[in-house]
């Protein structure tokens, strides 16, 4: 039956294709595709996990055996028993090697993935007592997950799945079946993972437009809908799924005619996309011949590549945390950074990169099992610059590497979150610190502008402090907005009063870039903001001359450059601010 889930349209572009669940766990579970020739090893893997916890059982029970009724009452015993009927159960052992073999899973994900499938029959058995076993079966695959703890993990391989319905016969049989990911949510490190694999699209239960999963999905330039609340318990494994992420809607197994109307759609889109290449070596020039600068933001140094192919002129935010997360606590070291930060700076082949220290915290841990959970509020808590100067020797390691890697190209360090003049002088500090370091150990390093990021209300309230100390200045406007308006922007329930047009932020960004330019300083935009097309003609009224964005965008932000009168739309622009309801009059223009 068809149906429709709604929720946040965060990155745009119409897919279809079969739905790859994650189920959640209790424990940390990977999920990432196998080579086929790891099969019997990962088979394996869940095979030794299942014996240990089978013997664990078979202990307690030669234990318990030898106890009177009070300390072993006969109802244990018999949990033991279900407890080992169900590791043994031939439909969970076979979904699981079902799911390694013919999906290429790595062991957790194919072992969550058939608790899953085996959790649903539970829950559509009439008895009350065989319902209630779920929580069992539920309890002995966390043993069994546990059990296998600490295994290495196999290199990533694509995988495309096997088509066996109907609706096949709409698409091109020379062209593998898409996969969808849906999950309750993603950290950061997991987007991370999947970017290198072969998901057509994503669908989350949580997260709003700006939250770290939906940003990472539109530098991966593939459509997502975010927020969608119990899209990972209605979707089952393998249903069809389209996902409309320009209307923020997913629907679930689609009938042929709704499937043909979303492949014509699919592939208005992609010629659309090809009228834009055309833009590719055209400068950025506006109507009354204002030069625009549309630079990207990347998060791994091979990303680099993508920028330069997108046609950016530099890239305007690098953010380094991506390069210390996933990592089980452990950081990476000088040389290591050094070598990521050197390898973006040469891949952008002479153009400027602009390097923001780490800003981790609230909804980017350094992991999935480090969630920060002794905080009420980690959103205004210990993150970014921060913690970076909370722990000195890891600041000065990560400025050491930035400034290493500037000696082969033009660098920017960029400081996330400052808010007080004190916090400015320290960080100057241990800037020259840094370079005192590399002087006395006889290393070369380059020049780097400094810059600031204006993301907290009281920043951009203070900026005569800011533009005293530092060379250009970066407009966060992601967390402005969040700031600002006192909202959660990884919070779905809260996301309808995310708005980049309130009067409040909008004061505060145009406020910014007049400060800045009466200064002669540089101001850049490299907040969602920058990427979004519907206010590019706002940013440019505002005098805004600098844009950074995922490079999925820039071509589309081009094309409103090039269309624009910068001048005309000065005017405009003040009366936009003005108005008690921005986006109304903008939908009026």
Not at 5 to 27: D, E, P, Y
Not at 184 to 190: E, G, I, N, R, T
Not at 280 to 295: N, R, S
Not at 358 to 371: F, I, N, T, Y
Request: hydrophobic share 45%; proline share 4%; aromatic share 6%.
């Amino acid at each position: 039956m068809t149906f429709a889930i709604h929720g946040l349209a965060v990155a745009r572009g119409i897919a279809i294709g079969r739905a790859v669940l994650v189920a959640s766990s209790r424990v940390d579970v990977a999920h990432y595709f196998i080579e086929p020739s790891r099969v019997d090893a990962e088979i394996d893997r869940v095979r030794l996990g299942r014996n240990t916890v089978v013997e664990e059982i078979q202990r307690l029970q030669a234990s318990i055996a030898h106890m009177g009724p009070k300390e072993a009452p006969h109802e244990l015993s018999a949990l033991l028993d279900v407890h080992l009927m169900l590791l043994q159960d031939e439909e969970l052992v076979g979904g699981v090697k079902h799911w390694i073999t013919d999906r290429l899973y790595n062991a957790e994900w194919a072992l969550t993935t058939q608790l899953e499938v085996i959790a649903r029959q539970f829950d559509e058995m009439e008895d009350e007592y065989l319902r209630e076993r779920k929580a069992d079966l539920e309890q002995i695959v966390e043993k069994v997950l546990r059990a296998m703890k600490g295994v290495a993990s196999p290199v990533v391989a694509p995988v495309r799945a096997s088509r066996t319905s109907q609706q096949d016969l709409l698409l091109d049989d020379t062209v593998d079946v898409p996969l969808i990911l849906i999950a309750h949510d993603l950290s950061p490190a997991d987007m991370l993972q999947f970017k290198k694999s072969v998901f057509a699209g994503f669908i989350t239960d949580v997260g709003g437009k700006t939250s770290h999963t939906a940003i990472v999905a539109r530098s991966m330039d593939i459509p997502a809908v975010v927020g969608a609340r119990v899209s990972s318990q209605l979707v089952r494994q393998d249903d069809w799924v389209i996902i409309d992420g320009d209307a923020g809607v997913v629907v679930v197994d689609p009938s042929p005619i709704i499937l043909a109307e979303y492949g014509f759609k699919q592939r208005q889109l992609e010629l659309e996309r090809g009228r834009l290449t055309r833009l590719l070596h055209t400068p950025a020039v506006t109507m009354d011949g204002q030069k625009i600068e549309l630079l990207a933001n990347i998060e791994m140094p091979e990303d680099a590549l993508s920028a330069v192919k997108a046609g950016a002129v530099g890239v305007g935010l690098f953010r380094s945390e991506f390069l210390f997360m996933g990592r089980q606590g452990k950081l990476p070291n000088e040389e290591e950074q050094y070598q990521a930060y050197k390898r973006a700076i040469e891949g952008m082949q002479g153009l400027p990169v602009t390097i923001r220290t780490v800003d981790v915290g609230a909804d980017k841990p350094l992991d999935k099992s480090l969630q920060d959970e002794a905080h009420l509020n980690p959103a205004l808590g210990l993150r970014a610059i921060r913690w970076s100067l909370a722990d000195p020797a890891m600041f000065l390691t990560q400025l050491r590497a930035i400034l290493r890697a500037a000696a082969h190209g033009q660098a920017k360090l960029l400081i996330p979150m400052l808010v007080h003049a004190s916090e400015i002088r320290q960080t100057l500090a241990l800037i020259d610190h840094a370079r005192a370091e590399l002087d006395n150990r006889g290393i070369a390093y380059g020049a780097v502008k400094i810059g600031a990021m204006i993301e907290i209300p009281a920043a951009a309230l203070t900026l005569k402090v800011f533009l005293k100390y530092f060379d250009f200045l970066s407009i966060g406007t992601n967390d402005l907005i969040q700031y600002t308006l006192a909202i959660d922007r990884a919070d779905e329930s809260v996301a309808h009063l995310y708005d980049p047009l309130h009067p409040a932020v909008l004061r505060l960004v145009a406020g910014t870039i007049a400060e800045a330019q009466a200064q002669g300083k540089e101001v850049s935009v490299c907040g969602e903001m920058a990427g979004d097309t519907t206010l590019t003609r706002l940013l440019l009224g505002m005098g805004l001359r600098s844009f950074s964005m995922h490079p999925a965008q820039i071509l589309a932000v081009k094309q409103e450059v090039l269309r624009a009168d910068a001048g005309k739309l000065a005017v405009w622009a003040e009366e936009v601010m003005a108005d008690d309801e921005p986006g109304q009059r903008m939908t009026r223009h």
